[in-house]
């Protein structure tokens, strides 16, 4: 059973850094994409960045230069950076896997900004 925990949210003022960690136990396929997505109050959950078995990355255009995906293969765990944080990235951050033909989601962890 393939298990994602999600860490590292919290409240930060703007301007201010935050990193997230998704720890991933089970069997998962070696070919996979990480991702992480946020689903703000009254809006559609969207994709911030991904991450491929290989490394390539992907951001969405409102957090490139900010945010930074990364992962250790050794420890099963993505992370997410996110630098000059803004009041609008305040959303539950969601970590993602794809692999096979499954899809999983972590529980989610709030990321709030102050203005």
């Known amino acids: 059973q393939v298990q994602l925990v999600e860490s590292g949210g919290g409240l930060v003022q703007a301007g201010g850094s935050l990193r997230l960690s998704c720890a991933v136990s089970?069997?998962?396929?070696?070919?996979?994409?990480m991702g992480w997505y946020r689903q703000a109050p009254g809006k559609q959950r969207e994709l911030v960045a991904d991450?491929?078995?290989?490394?390539?990355?992907n951001y969405a255009d409102s957090v490139k230069g900010r945010f930074t995906i990364s992962k250790d293969n050794a420890k099963n765990t993505v992370y997410l950076q996110m630098n000059s944080l803004k009041p609008e990235d305040t959303a539950v951050y969601y970590c993602?896997?794809?692999?096979?033909?499954?899809?999983?989601w972590g529980q989610g962890t709030q990321v709030t900004v102050s203005s």
């Open positions: 991450i491929t078995n290989l490394g390539r990355t």
């Open positions: 993602n896997l794809r692999t096979g033909h499954s899809i999983y």
């Open positions: 089970g069997n998962i396929f070696s070919i996979n994409i």
